[in-house]
């Protein structure tokens, strides 16, 4: 089953939203804890339901060469004008079908998809079916 596409219409009013001083705060705290967590790269490292791209820019300063996946088209818009430049890749995907080969990333990251994903576990699964053995997953 593949999950709706809730940003779609709403992207440029989150991106807004997320802009609030409190929000993106709260957004910069977790991705410094999660980039904390992961480590410094070098390496291929996937945010799934990468939004805006705001974890991507943050993920290249780290070391690492991200790539980005979000099913909502607008979200994917907004993450080209922001990472578009350093990203590896940007995918329109659903989290519990990933269109990359077993083992194709060194790391995988995800922050706050888990109210946007109607079968975490599987979208979990897939994170683990992309991950390279040894590699890690970290999710916020």
Do not use: K, N
Not at 122 to 132: I, K, Q, T, W
């Amino acid at each position: 089953m593949v999950s709706p596409a809730r940003y779609d219409g709403l992207a440029d009013w989150y991106e807004t939203w997320s802009e609030r001083p409190a929000v993106a705060g709260f957004s910069s705290e977790a991705a410094a804890a999660l980039v904390r967590l992961l480590g410094p790269g070098p390496g291929r490292c996937l945010d799934v339901g990468c939004g805006g791209g705001r974890l991507l820019v943050a993920l290249s300063e780290a070391g690492w060469t991200p790539s980005g996946t979000d099913l909502s088209e607008d979200q994917l818009r907004v993450a080209g004008r922001r990472a578009g430049g350093i990203a590896e890749a940007l995918v329109q995907a659903d989290a519990v079908a990933l269109p990359f080969a077993d083992g194709a990333f060194d790391a995988v990251v995800s922050t706050f998809t888990h109210t946007d994903l109607d079968d975490p576990g599987r979208a979990f699964g897939e994170c683990a079916r992309v991950l390279r053995g040894g590699g890690a997953f970290v999710y916020a």
